[in-house]
């Protein structure tokens, strides 16, 4: 009988440790993939949303919030699966120079049952958070703006024409 209950209790052993494995694995490649995905879909979302008006007017870059967010939204529900919820939250996004902070949170298999307080009973699933902050950084070599401001401001001749421009 020692043998036997010796045995059913390593089995039991080797299945929970196999089942741990499984979600701490589910865990961190979630969260692997979660990053790179913001971070690429961001990256993309941001080159689509750079105004190109504004920048052959002034020679800055930047970047149309609605269009933005629109991008952004569109491509990651294009690249993620149905197998988890998740809650995307954009707090801060400054159109020059472009800059955005994301949040992603996901839902991951693991779940812990509430024990105390009001939500006695309820599951609560482990969160996976993801947040990913972008800027678009240029060399700026020439501002049209500036130049005409500079202009008028001050004497303008040629030994002071090329101290806007920067030589690569």
């Given at each position: 009988?020692?043998?036997?209950?010796?045995?059913?209790?390593?089995?039991?052993?080797?299945?929970?440790?196999?089942?741990?494995?499984?979600?701490?694995?589910?865990?961190?490649?979630?969260?692997?993939?979660d990053?790179?995905?913001?971070?690429?879909?961001?990256?993309?979302?941001?080159?689509?949303a750079?105004?190109?008006?504004?920048?052959?007017?002034?020679?800055?870059?930047?970047?149309?919030?609605?269009?933005?967010?629109?991008?952004?939204?569109?491509r990651?529900?294009?690249?993620?699966?149905?197998?988890?919820?998740?809650?995307?939250?954009?707090?801060?996004?400054n159109?020059?120079?472009?800059?955005?902070?994301?949040?992603?949170?996901?839902?991951?298999?693991?779940?812990?049952?509430?024990?105390?307080?009001?939500?006695?009973?309820?599951?609560?699933?482990a969160?996976?958070?993801?947040s990913?902050?972008?800027?678009?950084?240029?060399?700026?070599?020439?501002?049209?703006?500036?130049?005409?401001?500079?202009?008028?401001?001050?004497?303008?001749n040629?030994?002071?024409?090329?101290?806007?421009?920067?030589?690569?």
């Amino acid at each position: 009988m020692n043998k036997g209950m010796l045995t059913v209790g390593i089995i039991l052993l080797s299945i929970i440790a196999l089942l741990l494995i499984n979600v701490l694995t589910n865990y961190s490649t979630g969260s692997e993939l979660d990053y790179y995905l913001v971070k690429e879909t961001t990256d993309a979302a941001m080159e689509d949303a750079i105004d190109m008006k504004y920048y052959e007017t002034c020679g800055l870059y930047r970047i149309d919030k609605e269009k933005f967010v629109e991008s952004f939204l569109y491509r990651f529900a294009d690249s993620v699966d149905n197998s988890r919820n998740y809650s995307i939250g954009f707090y801060d996004i400054n159109e020059v120079p472009p800059k955005v902070s994301i949040k992603v949170d996901s839902l991951t298999v693991l779940a812990f049952n509430v024990t105390g307080g009001e939500e006695k009973g309820k599951k609560e699933a482990a969160d996976i958070t993801t947040s990913y902050d972008a800027i678009i950084e240029t060399n700026y070599g020439y501002d049209p703006v500036t130049e005409a401001i500079l202009k008028q401001i001050e004497p303008y001749n040629d030994e002071k024409a090329n101290f806007c421009k920067v030589s690569s």
